[in-house]
């Protein structure tokens, strides 16, 4: 069974991402502050806290939503995270995104995700959003063992993070039909 956990701050960082002015990867510490503003201590009791409901939606829907807009982190933490978003799209970490199909015969069939570009930022993004990459390696070493403690057998070495933005229209997702 696959969950996922979507939260109103993954649909803030979505929203009018701009197109890529250019192919190379930059640092930016001019642009942001090399020292991330998220205060961990209070993000990771926030994210105990929301813990039991978090698991319960995920059981019942199979995701969770947020249940305000600025629950997990405020404002202007979202804010920054959006900004520093904008700059990774702008230096072009965002490409095609893809999946793969798996038939009945273990066949696997890769295909473009039409109209989504993706990014999976990572160590070397953390001079260009330092907030983004501290917010993702938190959830990423928070949630796991907060959601186990919910029996949910999850692996800490599994979870991977990914910023997604569709192109206006949206997705097209012809891939997934059976």
């Not at 893809?98 to 039409?114: P, Q, Y």
Request: hydrophobic share 35%; net charge neutral; charged share 15%.
């Amino acid at each position: 069974m696959m969950f996922a956990v979507r939260s109103s701050i993954a649909t803030r960082l979505n929203r009018h991402l701009l197109p890529s002015s250019s192919s190379c990867r930059t640092t930016s510490a001019a642009l942001f502050s090399s020292e991330p503003s998220i205060d961990v201590s209070t993000f990771q009791t926030t994210l105990t806290n929301l813990a039991p409901s978090i698991s319960k939606s995920l059981s019942a829907n199979g995701y969770y939503a947020t249940p305000s807009p600025y629950s997990i982190l405020p404002e202007h933490s979202i804010r920054t995270m959006r900004e520093q978003s904008i700059h990774l799209r702008k230096i072009g970490r965002f490409e095609q995104s893809w999946s793969e199909k798996i038939d009945a015969s273990g066949k696997v069939t890769r295909f473009d995700k039409e109209g989504v570009l993706a990014c999976e930022p990572d160590g070397q993004d953390y001079h260009d959003a330092p907030d983004l990459i501290m917010y993702l390696s938190v959830m990423l070493q928070t949630l796991p063992d907060l959601l186990n403690s919910q029996e949910y057998g999850l692996s800490a070495s599994s979870f991977n993070a990914k910023l997604a933005v569709t192109s206006p229209g949206g997705s097209g997702l012809a891939g997934l039909s059976a």
